[in-house]
Structure formats: structure tokens, C-alpha cells
């Protein structure tokens, strides 16, 4: 039977894990490596890893440290920050992700979208869709390279992602991140309904409640959480975690 | 077996490096290469791929390996297992592009294609699935009850003749999720990462097949 899946989000700064608010405030919560250690252990659905700097920095992907990742990694896992061309994909999908994420070369060229899937096909290309609440105009599109709101709507750009050869659409809420509070429900409903492909929600979530909601109402396909997953407790204090399959199939009926 | 040349065939298409990370997890240590000469080599082949229909028959025709695969697979018989794409390939053809396939295996591939009732499904079938098995095969033994198997795909192999299909998966149809015609093995699911159900399909291939 096939199976929605529940992804932890793992945000990358200078190789070692981060975890942020409102896309702000990067703590540093451990070592990439000792996390997917823990995560296979856990037998998880798939990791997303985010180097969130790569891209305002200018960055090359961190090839070194997704060889380190891609060994220890017996799941799936997609790897998104800083791709620009066709050979940096080539790099990553060989050395053993794998799924790509465009964010912010595919807001500035949405050919590259094309071009990849064309090569790499549709199912290698994840398109993430940062959104951000505007109190005029609704839900935008984000530039987090930019630190900036667009003025493009979500759910055309997702329909225009999948007509170009998207696989996937990886939606992530600002205003959610790191909060607890649940998903954007209406923003993932939204989405998820105007795509033939599936749509991963994330950012909000605070409880596995919260993971079933996002799959029930929210009509996703996939549940992606950092905090939930990495922080344990009020204090949030640093504890890797998952559901058991058990836990899992209580969750997702 | 042991001692076995086990070579996974690198033709610019995917995630070569977690086939072999998972083999190396069980002690065996494959070559990843796209040397004509290493693959006439091989005692056991592996055809991975992630990518397009076309752009791997372009690439590996580029690298001047269809001579020495059919060889290999046709005429020594030399086992060869296809991994999503790769398995796509030993097809004569696909809905995905306009090229010819290896044509090892009566079939073609196909898009997914849902009734209007069952429209909600998303292509691509990505995520975790169960296989059923319709024919006893090496490959799957030791299968636990609660195995599942990572698809990420958007096409799949459809065999003429149903006894060359090992398993089936429920994605709005069953569809083939492994076939075997004699040397021959498909695998629509991603075995090297698929947790320990996968390695088990891996280690199944290299030392019982």
C-alpha cells in the first residue's frame, strides 16, 4: 500500500545543521552526519537537506559534504542550495542523492526547470516555493536569497513548475517556520488541488497531529518539520526524532 | 557470488554511489565504470538510472556500450538487474521519449494512466509502496511481511507476456515492479534505498542469483 511520507527538513549552514524561525536566527543544532546516522536507525521516509546560505553566498553546492551525506545515507534524500547548471545536478544525482531542489536560480530563470527535467527527468526535480503572507495582496511567492517578498502567486507558479517539468513542489511557509503552530493548511489545500504532482508541506508543524493534518485536510502528499524532528521539549532542547512505523500507521490511515 | 566483478555501469545517469555504498555495507565491492573493458569483465552487471528514457540511450550509445552490453546480456547471459530507469531501458521503447530501447524484455513502458475515479493520484508515484509477489524468485528471499520499497517514477514497464512478471504494486493499477526474463532482472524501486528491505534485494542478487 502506498504510503505518505513524512520527511524531516534539514537546514545546512557552513556543513553543520541549523535550525531557524521565520527563516531567521540559525542555531546550530549538530552534525549533519550523526543526524542521518540516527535517521537510518529510525528507518525514515526521506530526508530534504537546505544549505540556506549557498545561494545568498554565492556558493558552489557542498559536494564533500553531500559524498559524506550520500555514504551514510540508506533512504532517500534530495539536496537543494546553490544550483545553477546542468552539471551541478549531474554531480549530485552521482553522488548518490536522489532529487534535487531549485529554489532561487528557478525564481530568477524558470527555464533551468525545463532544461533539468529534460535531462535528469521530472522525478529528479523538486521545485520548493517559499511563501510568505502579505497583509494586501495574500500569499506571494518569497525570495529568501533576496530576503523578499515577489509579487508571484503560489499557485500559478507551482502550475507553471509542473507544466515545465517539475516533479515535486516543496512549499515552505516563512511565517510558519520554526513557530509550532501548525501548517499553512489553506496554502497547502490550495496548491496541492491546483497540481497533478505532489506537494510536500512545510514549516509549522509542532505535533504529528499537526503531520496528519497537513496529509487529511491539507491534501498533501508529503509532511516535511525541522524543529519537530531535531528539538525536544519547550526548551528545545536538541533530540533527534522520528515516528516509529507503528506510530506512523496511526497517523496516516 | 564470491569473487564475483560486480560492475555498475556509470552512464552519466544517477546515484551510482548509493549502489555501491549499500554493497560495501555487506562486504561486496563493485566497480562503478564505464570502461567498455571492465564491463566485458563482469561477472554480474548492474543497469542503475535516474534521468530520462532518451538521454540514457543517447549516453550510452555516446560511450559506445550497447555492443558490449548485448553481448554480455545476450550472448553470455551474464545476469544484469535494472534499477528504475535502467529497467526502463531493457524495454523496446518508452512513452518518455522517441528512441529505441535495449529491447531485452517483451514490453514497453508506459505512463502512468488513471480511471477519472482514481485522477487524485499524483504522478510521480514517489514514496514508500509494498510489492505482492505473482512468481517464486531468488531475489526476493527472506522478504519480511513488512518489507517496502522506495518508487520515484513517473513511468512504468509494461511486460507482454505477465509470466516475466516477479512482483506487482498498487500505485491506482497494479503495475510490474520487478520482472525477470531468464539472466535478466528489472527492479522499478530504488533496493539501495530502501533500508535494510532493499539491501536485502541486493545482497539477494549478488549471492543467490
Known amino acids: 500500500m502506498f504510503k505518505n511520507r513524512i520527511i524531516p527538513c534539514l537546514l545546512l549552514s557552513n556543513k553543520g545543521l541549523v535550525k531557524t524561525i521565520k527563516f531567521k536566527n540559525p542555531r546550530y543544532v549538530g552534525d549533519p552526519i550523526n543526524a542521518v546516522k540516527i535517521f537510518n536507525e529510525k528507518e525514515v521516509d526521506e530526508i530534504a537537506f537546505l544549505d540556506i546560505n549557498a545561494s545568498k553566498e554565492q556558493r558552489k553546492p557542498a559536494f564533500d559534504l553531500i559524498a559524506d551525506i550520500a555514504s551514510e545515507c540508506f533512504f532517500p534524500f534530495c539536496y537543494g542550495g546553490g544550483i545553477r547548471t546542468i552539471a551541478d545536478i549531474r554531480k549530485i544525482l552521482f553522488l548518490g542523492a536522489e532529487k534535487v531542489t531549485l529554489n532561487s536560480y528557478a525564481l530568477e530563470n524558470p527555464g533551468f526547470i525545463k532544461e533539468a527535467a529534460e535531462v535528469f527527468g521530472s522525478q529528479s526535480i523538486v521545485v520548493s516555493i517559499d511563501i510568505k503572507r502579505n497583509l494586501f495582496e495574500g500569499l506571494r511567492v518569497y525570495d529568501s536569497c533576496r530576503g523578499k517578498p515577489t509579487k508571484l502567486d503560489p499557485v500559478e507558479y507551482a502550475i507553471l513548475a509542473e507544466k515545465i517539468g517539475a516533479g515535486e513542489i516543496f512549499l515552505n511557509s516563512v511565517d510558519k517556520d520554526g513557530t509550532y503552530t501548525g501548517y499553512d493548511l489553506e496554502a497547502v489545500e490550495k496548491v496541492s488541488s491546483a497540481v497533478n504532482i505532489p506537494v510536500i508541506a512545510c514549516g509549522g508543524a509542532g505535533s504529528l497531529a499537526d503531520v496528519t493534518a497537513a496529509i487529511n485536510i491539507g491534501k498533501a502528499s508529503a509532511a516535511a518539520a525541522g524543529s519537530l524532528f531535531v528539538f525536544h521539549g519547550k526548551h528545545r532542547a536538541v533530540l533527534i526524532n522520528y515516528p516509529s512505523i507503528e506510530q506512523i500507521r496511526e497517523l496516516i490511515k | ?209
Request: with cysteine.
Open chain 2, 1 to 209: 557470488m564470491v569473487g564475483t566483478k560486480i560492475v555498475i555501469i556509470d552512464y552519466g545517469m544517477g546515484n551510482l554511489g548509493s549502489i555501491a555504498n549499500m554493497l560495501g555495507k555487506i562486504g561486496y565491492q563493485a566497480i562503478i565504470s564505464s570502461e567498455v573493458g571492465d564491463i566485458a569483465g563482469a561477472g554480474k552487471l548492474i543497469l542503475p538510472g535516474v534521468g530520462s528514457f532518451d538521454e540514457g540511450m543517447i549516453n550510452l550509445k555516446k560511450l559506445g556500450l550497447i555492443d558490449v552490453l548485448n553481448h554480455k546480456v545476450k550472448i553470455e547471459k551474464v545476469p544484469i538487474m535494472g534499477i528504475c530507469l535502467g529497467l526502463q531501458l531493457f524495454t523496446r521503447q518508452s512513452a518518455e521519449g522517441t528512441l529505441a530501447g535495449l529491447g531485452w524484455v517483451q514490453a514497453s513502458t508506459v505512463k502512468f494512466d488513471f480511471p477519472p475515479k482514481r485522477s487524485n493520484l499524483k504522478v510521480p508515484h514517489m514514496g514508500w509502496n509494498t510489492v505482492a509477489i505473482r512468481k517464486p524468485s531468488l531475489i526476493f528471499n527472506g522478504l519480511e511481511k513488512e518489507a517496502r520499497f522506495y518508487f520515484a517514477h513517473s513511468y512504468h514497464v509494461r511486460c507482454d507476456n505477465q509470466d516475466d512478471i516477479l512482483a506487482t504494486t498498487d500505485y491506482g493499477y497494479e503495475f510490474a515492479s520487478a520482472i525477470q526474463t531468464g539472466n535478466i532482472i528489472g527492479i522499478q524501486f530504488h533496493p539501495e534505498k530502501s533500508h535494510k528491505y532493499g539491501l536485502n534485494i541486493l545482497k539477494n542478487y549478488v549471492e543467490a542469483f
